[in-house]
């Protein structure tokens, strides 16, 4: 709302020229992220990520979701391949974002949306163990005990960096809420009646 954010996706002098400049001030490679557009059913992304390499970017991270959309739907990953068609040949990588909560989903939507990678973020907040399984390539029936020890070592990690006296603890405590209120969306493996679980699921 204030011009920057997804706002850039209605200007994009602005945002060419942002990504223009920092380009050049960096010494390794740019990357940025963007949603697939800032309007409901008003696509852009793919009018301007053909030019990204141009700019000075490497690579580009797609969301397959519009700004006013939010999390109300599921991501495109159609209108996600749609840009990595128009993006071959144009020297940048498209690395596809959205939904992906499992080992499944991620090999899924990387042959699916056609990118070159995919990145992982609320599914990586309610279960931070996606990256072993994706290793791994299995569902991994965590135990309660082991999700315990990773609070035990994040408010650990947290009084350690933050400091143990009152404000650091009152720093840590609302981060380590704001974690539980994603991560109380998990469901246990061995409670599902389909796996794997669906990041949409509620």
């Not at 159609?78 to 992906?100: A, F, M, P, T, W």
């Not at 405590?173 to 389909?194: A, K, M, T």
Request: hydrophobic share 35%.
């Amino acid at each position: 709302n204030r011009g920057a954010g997804s706002s850039l996706l209605k200007r994009r002098a602005k945002m060419q020229n942002i990504v223009k400049v920092v380009s050049k001030t960096l010494s390794c490679p740019l990357t940025f992220k963007i949603r697939k557009g800032y309007h409901t059913n008003e696509d852009v992304a793919h009018t301007f990520l053909p030019f990204a390499a141009s700019w000075g970017a490497c690579a580009v991270t797609l969301h397959g979701r519009t700004r006013e959309q939010r999390y109300s739907k599921q991501a495109d990953w159609e209108y996600i391949r749609k840009c990595s068609q128009v993006c071959q040949d144009s020297g940048v990588q498209l690395i596809g974002n959205g939904d992906i909560f499992s080992y499944t989903d991620y090999y899924n939507c990387l042959e699916s949306g056609n990118v070159d990678s995919c990145m992982i973020a609320r599914g990586a907040i309610i279960k931070p163990w996606v990256f072993t399984e994706i290793k791994e390539r299995r569902h991994w029936d965590i135990s309660a005990t082991e999700r315990l020890d990773i609070l035990k070592d994040f408010c650990s990690v947290g009084l350690t960096h933050w400091g143990s006296d009152s404000r650091g603890v009152e720093v840590t405590r609302n981060f380590l809420l704001e974690w539980l209120s994603y991560l109380h969306r998990y469901i246990p493996v061995g409670l599902l009646e389909v796996v794997p679980q669906k990041l949409h699921w509620r």
